[in-house]
Nanobody
Framework: QVQLVESGGGLVQAGGSLRLSCAAS????????MGWYRQAPGKQREMVAS??????????EYADSVLGRFTISRDNAKNTVNLQMNSLKPEDTAIYYC?????????WGQGTQVTVSA
């Protein structure tokens, strides 16, 4: 069984920064894609950033809306994934979920609220 525990999030003014962290436990490998998704009220859950390790190379993907402002990183030794969020905007307000895909099964964290005030 895979479990994800998130930390971070909170309330910040526009232009500020926050850092989200997610610790994974269970049978996972560095080749398993890990990422962050978010869901704003009344909207569908969307991918924010994802990362997958392939040997010594990390393959990353970002949503266009966060490109250049958010940075995803991964520590395979600790099974953690982090999301550094800079230059936050009110439209970044959402519940952020950590995700990992293992053998075609998606696992989710409990979610952490990020609120950006104007």
């Amino acid at each position: 069984q895979v479990q994800l525990v998130e930390s971070g999030g909170g309330l910040v003014q526009a232009g500020g920064s926050l850092r989200l962290s997610c610790a994974a436990s269970g049978s996972i490998f560095s080749s398993n894609a890990m990422g962050w998704y978010r869901q704003a009220p009344g909207k569908q859950r969307e991918m924010v950033a994802s990362i997958r390790s392939g040997g010594r190379v990390n393959y990353v993907e970002y949503a266009d809306s966060v490109l250049g402002r958010f940075t995803i990183s991964r520590d395979n030794a600790k099974n953690t994934v982090n999301l550094q969020m800079n230059s936050l905007k009110p439209e970044d307000t959402a519940i952020y979920y950590c995700n990992i895909r293992v053998w075609d099964t998606d696992y989710w964290g409990q979610g952490t609220q990020v609120t950006v005030s104007a």
